[in-house]
């Protein structure tokens, strides 16, 4: 008797333990709306992967998740999971677990419980047009290294938004 209480108790803890963890997680829809083949980038989750003209990929960012960051990397060629990148390559992975090599357009984000933050840096240079936005935040663009919607130096303070709320979802869009 105690036994199936005790996996009663179990089951509840890991439906429970599931559960938070939802609700406070975001989902991020990358996009190529490029003419080229893209190959995004995503830490400290995701890894990357290629995204022809058209095609999305989806990620799901798990809460308390700081200084995550998504990017585009071009002229990429990999045999398996290494390989090089012509702007952005992460040390040669397909799948990055270290931030890419300037120039680079960054999309930066930290999931918060209850509230998120996020914003688009050139302050390593810019590589690929790329447009950002929480289900309940500004769009932020940029299509050129000196657009307005991004950090350009360390000392921009304004250009970071929140996106208030759990179960976020972003959009990063390649070529908006």
Same mark, same amino acid.
């Given at each position: 008797?105690?036994?199936?209480?005790?996996?009663?108790?179990?089951?509840?803890?890991?439906?429970?333990?599931?559960?938070?963890?939802?609700?406070?997680?975001?989902?991020?829809?990358?996009?190529?709306?490029?003419?080229?083949?893209?190959?995004?980038?995503?830490?400290?989750?995701?890894?990357?992967?290629?995204?022809?003209?058209?095609?999305?990929?989806?990620?799901?960012?798990?809460?308390?998740?700081?200084? !995550?960051?998504?990017?585009?990397?071009?002229?990429?060629?990999? %045999? =398996?999971?290494?390989?090089? @990148? /012509?702007?952005?390559? $992460?040390?040669?992975?397909?799948?990055?677990?270290?931030?890419?090599?300037?120039?680079?357009?960054?999309?930066?984000?930290?999931?918060?419980?209850?509230?998120?933050?996020?914003?688009?840096?050139?302050?390593? !240079?810019?590589?690929?047009?790329?447009?950002?936005?929480?289900? %309940? =935040?500004?769009?932020?663009? @940029? /299509?050129?290294?000196? $657009?307005?919607?991004?950090?350009?130096?360390?000392?921009?303070?304004?250009?970071?938004?929140?996106?208030?709320?759990?179960?976020?979802?972003?959009?990063?869009?390649?070529?908006?």
């Amino acid at each position: 008797m105690a036994s199936s209480h005790l996996a009663a108790a179990a089951s509840m803890v890991l439906f429970l333990a599931v559960f938070a963890a939802s609700t406070n997680a975001a989902t991020f829809n990358i996009k190529n709306n490029c003419p080229y083949t893209v190959w995004p980038a995503a830490t400290p989750i995701g890894g990357g992967r290629q995204l022809n003209t058209g095609e999305t990929w989806t990620l799901d960012v798990p809460a308390d998740t700081p200084s !995550g960051r998504v990017w585009g990397r071009t002229g990429c060629n990999f %045999n =398996g999971n290494s390989g090089s @990148c /012509q702007t952005a390559d $992460c040390g040669g992975a397909l799948s990055c677990t270290l931030s890419g090599q300037p120039p680079l357009t960054l999309a930066e984000f930290t999931i918060g419980n209850g509230q998120d933050f996020y914003d688009i840096s050139v302050i390593d !240079g810019f590589n690929v047009p790329l447009s950002f936005s929480c289900s %309940n =935040g500004p769009n932020l663009v @940029c /299509q050129a290294d000196k $657009c307005p919607d991004a950090y350009l130096f360390p000392t921009d303070d304004t250009k970071n938004h929140a996106c208030n709320g759990n179960n976020n979802s972003y959009q990063v869009t390649f070529c908006p």
